[in-house]
């Protein structure tokens, strides 16, 4: 199937083939038809999968009528709301947004938290049809007025299991309250779960279900390798792997913000390894900054958070690291879900402690496949003897032949001794099951005795 045979107006289709793509990924394919007429839909696709394009395409060419050049805010009301969990998937999807519309007058924002709200506050007043947000500050826009949402049409929650697993529910409830009844709304989630199932059936109306992957899926272009190490040497053994591969475009993936400041900065001080860490406790303007040099090279190893890795727009990415087992195996999924995109190949390398034995065999549960440890000989681990090497088996005892012995060391010891040692003299008949020679000075000895002391039978003639 082409993007051609989908139905989409030619300003999009335009858009389309300059980018260079011609056929719809699977969640493409299934989605993009179900959006356009209207339908609600509850998708399931793993990262990597296009599920950005699948909704942005329809929305844009649905929203294609409204379309306006017009300068008066009036003209330009939100039609469509985008609601991501975090800032840098928010503004990806923005980011996808301003690709495809390109040849249609259509406007659009992005406003998150961690940067100035007024720049943002200015582009609501001038009026977009489409607002990609991250809940808090779309809800600090609802406050303060600056954001009308009466008249939006369709609804997307993108990544909703995270948004989820961050605590967003009781904030989405509240926008979904000012929303019309009377709208269109798109759930997609990187896996189905029953908590999942239970916010579409309160937010959706009799949607279709989509899912182009199973929740357990790893991509086959990747490959896994697990290294045992004692966790007081992982970031040692992350260093020694990255320099002796020389890998570049590294993404490193820690449980903590500590951790990732903590990892980054010493990679740097004993590695001697280009490495900076993103997550939530940084400036925004200085994560855009950070993404945009590891995007350029200039970074070799960017290190994350599981909450900041989500949305990061990477193609092509080489290098997935776990610095830290994730606790939930679906995390594993969506972590090296990052390497091995579009059919490329990818490396996920895993370096797993004592401790972290349990959360790889979670791993191999969920994905059903084994991932055999392996150690690096620099770094064995401590609770992994190393193998003994083979040597071959000696004969049994009875088995083994006595050493050869000349014959005359058998026949007369005192014949030639040249051959032998003193200190052989003694041992050679024990060596030979014979009994020991008396020598000479435990032989009796003739002795001349006195006639005065022979008895008379003894008496010479």
């Known amino acids: 199937m082409s993007f051609a045979e989908l139905g989409l107006p030619a300003e999009i289709q335009r858009a389309i083939d300059e980018l260079g793509y011609s056929e719809p990924t699977p969640i493409q394919a299934r ?36 379309a306006s050049t017009s300068v008066s805010p009036a003209m330009h009301p939100v039609r469509c709301l985008i609601l991501t969990p975090t800032r840098e998937l928010a503004d990806q999807v923005a ?41 808090g500050r779309l809800l600090d826009h609802i406050e303060q007025k600056t954001v009308i949402l009466n008249r939006v049409e369709m609804l997307v929650l ?15 409830r509240r926008i979904i309250s000012l929303l019309p009844k009377t709208r269109q709304t798109l759930l997609f989630s990187a896996t189905f779960s029953a908590e999942i199932k239970r916010l579409s059936s309160e937010f959706m109306t009799d949607p279709i279900t989509i899912e182009v992957a199973r929740q357990n899926a790893t991509a086959a272009s990747i490959e896994q390798r697990v290294f045992a190490v004692d966790g007081a040497r992982k970031r040692q053994l992350l260093g020694r792997l990255i320099n002796e591969r020389e890998m570049t ?13 903590r990892l980054a900065r010493e990679l740097r001080q004993f590695d001697h390894i280009q490495a900076e860490a993103i997550h939530g406790d940084k400036a925004q303007q200085a994560r855009l900054d950070t993404l945009a040099s590891f995007k350029d090279g200039k970074l070799r190893v960017l290190v994350a958070t599981d909450i900041a890795a989500r949305g990061l727009d990477i193609t092509e990415l080489p290098y997935v690291v ?11 999924v969506h972590r090296i879900g990052r390497t091995g995109r579009a059919g490329s190949s990818g490396v996920a390398l895993s370096l797993m402690s004592e401790d972290e034995q349990r959360l790889l065999e979670a791993i191999e549960k969920l994905t059903r496949q084994t991932l055999k440890p392996e150690c690096h000989n620099a770094f064995w681990p401590s609770w992994i003897p190393r193998p003994v090497t083979e040597r071959p088996p000696r004969p049994a005892l009875a088995e083994r032949k006595p050493a050869p012995v000349k014959a005359s060391r ?10 032998v040692d003193d200190d052989d003299d003694d041992e050679l008949p024990l060596r030979q ?19 005065l002391l022979l008895p008379p039978r003894y008496e010479r003639a």
């Open 95 to 135: 980011s996808s947004v301003e690709q495809y519309r390109k040849y249609l007058p259509l406007r659009h924002a992005v406003v998150f938290g961690g940067i100035n709200i007024d720049p943002q506050k200015e582009a609501l007043r001038r009026g977009v049809e489409i607002v990609v947000a991250t809940p």
């Open 433 to 451: 099951g014979r009994r020991l020679p008396l020598t000479p000075r435990f032989q009796r000895e003739p002795r001349e005795v006195p006639a």
């Open 410 to 419: 058998i026949e007369n010891v005192d014949n030639d001794r040249s051959d």
């Open 31 to 66: 989605a993009i038809p179900e959006v356009l007429a209207g339908r609600d839909l509850l998708a399931a696709a793993q990262t990597g999968t296009g599920k950005t394009a699948a909704f942005t395409l329809p929305i844009l060419a649905r929203l294609r009528r409204h």
């Open 158 to 172: 993108d990544e909703a299991d995270r948004m989820l697993d961050m605590g967003f529910i009781p904030d989405i």
């Open 249 to 261: 475009q590294v993404i490193v993936f820690c449980r903590t913000k500590q951790g990732a400041d």
């Open 322 to 332: 776990n610095f830290e087992m994730p606790n939930s195996p679906e995390d594993y």
